[in-house]
């Protein structure tokens, strides 16, 4: 239970494995993995984490223009990245750097984006996970549309469909393009899943002042089906999102799942949360970290060591001190270079805005 309502957990904060869970869909939800998945899964957890971190850290010493941090949200975005088919499309918000990660896309493009020397450099075609979207919202209609199209494509229907998801979070849920998205998703059957990350706080505004109902039962005003998950157990976040996942690529229409969670740390580097929040709750919420739940749940079962948490230790040390060596020695960009990717085969208007950028550049060198 979550403020009173129920929702999906297979480990509790204290480690304990819930073997298996009817959630409030009448769906009955587990998981089985081996040890070495179990393990795979921490090590994904500690590493989206560490990469995480470090980035924070570039942003302090003025190498990153911004950073938007997952702190807390590991277990939504890796629970959730892992449960997804090589098939299955991602729109992503700018904070889904654990999903990228599970995407197997090279953990430096989100630094070299808030760096400033690109515009996201991944290939969203070859990845099936799409561009950083700032604009709160609107990748959730890019993901219906999509949706849409891969069921008139005849590509749902069965295990191998394909199926969508779309990322957003609580505040996001107010705004015009997610209710949009809900209604045309539902009439037309799309199949995308929206996975909302209820981290409790759109920049410094409470959830309270989103909404007045539990998220994850707004869908039913919509008619598709809604269902609450601890965000911060990974293992529940896999058994709902791969069971939402199924049900679109069968053809059965859209889910909403709430990732129950929390943001530990500020909005984006520019953000101060003292401001807006008390010490008192950000530890409650510690207490419900989810790398720590899945450390005692490994220990007590024997899957894991202290020799394997020393080894995941040093492996995401080293990865971290890579991340930081790369990000410091990346080239800045020609800045004309910002004109290329605007559209596909250029525009007369691009052009002349290119040739007067030019123009102004190198009036600095005539100095
Ligand atoms: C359309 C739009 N309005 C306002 C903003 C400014 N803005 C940036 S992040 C944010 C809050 C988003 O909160 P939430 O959806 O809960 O996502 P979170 O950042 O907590 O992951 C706002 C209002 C924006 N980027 N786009
Ligand atoms: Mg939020």
């Not at 957890?45 to 807390?72: K, P």
């Not at 008139?152 to 199926?163: H, N, R």
């Amino acid at each position: 239970m979550a403020n009173g309502e129920p929702l999906v957990q297979l480990l509790t904060p204290d480690g304990e494995r819930i073997d298996r869970v009817t959630g409030s869909d009448g769906v009955e939800y587990s998981v089985d993995f081996t040890d070495e998945e179990y393990r795979g899964l921490y090590r994904d957890l500690v590493t989206v984490r560490r990469l995480d971190a470090e980035a924070t850290a570039l942003q302090r010493q003025g190498e990153l223009g911004i950073w938007a941090s997952c702190l807390g949200q590991e277990a939504a975005q890796v629970g959730s990245g892992r449960a997804l088919q090589p098939q299955d499309m991602v729109f992503p918000t700018y904070r889904e750097h654990g999903v990228l990660y599970c995407r197997g896309i090279d953990p430096i493009m989100p630094l070299s984006l808030f760096r400033g020397v690109d515009q996201g450099a991944w290939d969203p075609a070859e990845f099936k996970f799409g561009l950083y979207t700032i604009v709160i919202g609107a990748q959730t209609l890019h993901a219906t549309g999509y949706a849409m199209g891969v069921a008139k494509d005849g590509k749902v229907g069965g295990p191998d469909g394909e199926a969508v998801i779309a990322y957003f979070g609580d505040g996001a849920s107010a705004q015009g393009d997610v209710n949009e998205a809900f209604i045309w998703s539902s009439v037309f059957n799309a199949p995308v899943v929206f996975f909302c990350q209820n981290n409790q706080y759109a920049i410094s505004e409470p959830l309270e002042r989103q909404t007045r109902i539990p998220l994850y039962k707004r869908s039913a005003g919509f008619g598709f089906p809604g269902i609450r998950v601890d965000g911060n157990d990974v293992l529940a976040t896999y058994a709902v999102t791969k069971h939402a996942l199924n049900h679109a690529r069968a053809g059965q229409g859209p889910t909403l799942i709430e990732a129950y969670t929390y943001r530990m740390g500020a909005h984006t580097t520019s953000d101060d949360p003292t401001r807006y929040r008390i010490p008192a709750e950000v530890e409650s919420w510690q207490a419900r970290d989810p790398i720590t739940r899945l450390a005692t749940f490994l220990t007590h079962h024997h899957i894991a060591n202290t020799d394997f948490f020393a080894d995941v230790e040093e492996e995401v040390r080293q990865a971290a001190a890579l991340l930081r060596e790369r990000v410091l020695a990346l080239a800045d960009p020609d800045p004309d270079s910002l004109f290329d990717h605007a559209y596909p085969n250029g525009s007369p208007e691009i052009v002349a805005q290119r040739r007067e950028h030019s123009r102004y550049a190198a009036s600095f060198s005539a100095l």
